[in-house]
T-cell receptor, first 112, second 111 residues
Framework: EAGVAQSPRYKIIEKRQSVAFWCNPI?????LYWYQQILGQGPKLLIQ????????DSQLPKDRFSAERLKGVDSTLKIQPAKLEDSAVYLC??????????FGEGSRLTVL | TQLLEQSPQFLSIQEGENLTVYCNSS?????LQWYRQEPGEGPVLLVT?????EVKKLKRLTFQFGDARKDSSLHITAAQPGDTGLYLC???????????FGAGTRLTVKP
């Protein structure tokens, strides 16, 4: 069974530029999460999708972050414009509805 | 402030020693999980505990869920260098099954 796929693995941009991350969850997994993990910290939930609907985006900085899961499968997380403090690993996770989260390898963002 | 507080933040021990790491909160969780994360990878689930007071064992790892479902501990017996990594606890909130993570305990086991 293929795992959660994320791309790109690494991205370096300058502040005020935009960036997008893509996530392909495990086939059949209805719930998808985006987490932000700053160096030395645990993952912080940004947004949770159930199929193509948003369950929780209370911690998403909506002035610069957006995410969508239009067809209930793949998801994209966008940051525009990026700030220095957005430097982090962006982790995508999926679950079929149970408790176990399956994580991708993450996308490491460096904002200069 | 973190919803889940993990301690210690860092732990460096010699191979063969025992250790316990803690995960505490003032919130009640429907379930609590422990993950292990290695550099450059996403977290991988070790165990899920659901019932207050539950104890689960996974080889040399023992996990306990507090009676009040607010805290948990992870005990490793005879640690090995392969146990090195970031140990994260995550709790599922009752309202919408959000999984919230602690900041983690970074464990280093020296040979």
């Amino acid at each position: 069974e293929a795992g959660v796929a994320q791309s790109p693995r690494y991205k370096i941009i300058e502040k005020r530029q935009s960036v997008a991350f893509w996530c392909n969850p495990i086939s059949g997994h209805a719930t998808l999460y985006w987490y932000q993990q700053i160096l030395g910290q645990g993952p912080k939930l940004l947004i949770q999708f159930q199929n193509n609907g948003v369950v929780d985006d209370s911690q998403l900085p909506k002035d610069r972050f957006s995410a969508e899961r239009l067809k209930g499968v793949d998801s994209t997380l966008k940051i525009q414009p990026a700030k220095l403090e957005d430097s982090a690993v962006y982790l995508c996770a999926s679950t079929p509805g149970g408790r176990e989260l399956f994580f991708g390898e993450g996308s490491r963002l460096t904002v200069l | 402030t973190q919803l889940l507080e993990q301690s210690p933040q860092f732990l460096s021990i010699q191979e063969g020693e025992n250790l316990t790491v803690y995960c505490n909160s003032s919130s009640v969780f429907s379930s609590l999980q422990w993950y292990r994360q290695e550099p450059g990878e996403g977290p991988v689930l070790l165990v899920t505990v659901v019932t207050g007071g539950e104890v689960k064992k996974l080889k040399r790892l023992t996990f306990q869920f507090g009676d009040a479902r607010k805290d948990s501990s992870l005990h490793i017996t005879a640690a090995q260098p392969g146990d090195t990594g970031l140990y994260l606890c995550a709790g599922a909130l009752y309202n919408n099954n959000d999984m919230r993570f602690g900041a983690g305990t970074r464990l280093t086991v020296k040979p």
